[in-house]
T-cell receptor, first 114, second 113 residues
Framework: DVKVTQSSRYLVKRTGEKVFLECVQDMDHENMFWYRQDPGLGLRLIYFSYDVKMKEKGDIPEGYSVSREKKERFSLILESASTNQTSMYLC?????????????FGPGTRLLVL | AQSVSQHNHHVILSEAASLELGCNYSYGGTVNLFWYVQYPGQHLQLLLKYFSGDPLVKGIKGFEAEFIKSKFSFNLRKPSVQWSDTAEYFCAVMNTGFQKLVFGTGTRLLVSP
């Protein structure tokens, strides 16, 4: 089974703090993704990565950055957290092998910025 | 840009009722289609997917979905829902050859016992 883990289930941070969200997958997947999930808005893509040290902006990258130094790990960084970044953050991974482009999701990190 | 519409934001059904959740997408090219489910307190899980072939796709837990290309639709169905189907359901579309998934806004289903 594919396993995607996220470093924290819940986080509380203050405005202006630097926040790191970590994601690890154990299936040697090439692709990794960060989404945020908000009620009534569904999932929106923040950043994704096709390979180590590669990153691409998603639909809402403003206020975020990412890092992928190892294949299994993809980090989301909030340089200076703001209250409008309070949300559920979901990490996902997928493989390029064959045509099985299914994305597998982690449990999510619920971030509250005060 | 691709967009996905889920017309029902909240659905309330009694057990044993039939379910159909609508999903429409905008881009007319070749697409891969997915339904994901998120049970209360759990992570997002794949319910079913369509890549090619038979447009009627069967998934887990008795769910199925039908791809109708002419209508840009991929509606989710279940003939008889159970209380345990209470969850949020997301339709998602991927343009073939790209890895980006575009999600709908989700439908919250509440099944009363």
């Amino acid at each position: 089974d594919v396993k995607v883990t996220q470093s924290s289930r819940y986080l509380v941070k203050r405005t202006g703090e630097k926040v790191f969200l970590e994601c690890v997958q154990d299936m040697d997947h090439e692709n990794m993704f960060w989404y945020r999930q908000d009620p009534g808005l569904g999932l929106r893509l923040i950043y994704f990565s096709y390979d180590v040290k590669m990153k691409e902006k998603g639909d809402i990258p403003e206020g975020y950055s990412v890092s992928r130094e190892k294949k299994e790990r993809f980090s989301l960084i909030l340089e200076s957290a703001s209250t409008n970044q309070t949300s559920m953050y979901l990490c996902a991974s997928s493989s390029n092998r064959g045509s099985q482009e299914t994305q597998y999701f982690g449990p999510g990190t619920r971030l509250l910025v005060l | 840009a691709q967009s996905v519409s889920q017309h029902n934001h909240h659905v309330i059904l009694s057990e044993a009722a039939s379910l159909e959740l609508g999903c429409n997408y905008s881009y007319g090219g070749t697409v891969n289609l997915f339904w994901y489910v998120q049970y209360p307190g759990q992570h997002l899980q794949l319910l079913l997917k369509y890549f090619s072939g038979d447009p009627l796709v069967k998934g887990i837990k008795g769910f199925e979905a039908e791809f109708i290309k002419s209508k840009f639709s991929f509606n989710l169905r279940k003939p008889s829902v159970q209380w345990s189907d209470t969850a949020e359901y997301f339709c998602a579309v991927m343009n073939t050859g790209f890895q980006k998934l575009v999600f709908g806004t989700g439908t919250r289903l509440l099944v009363s016992p």
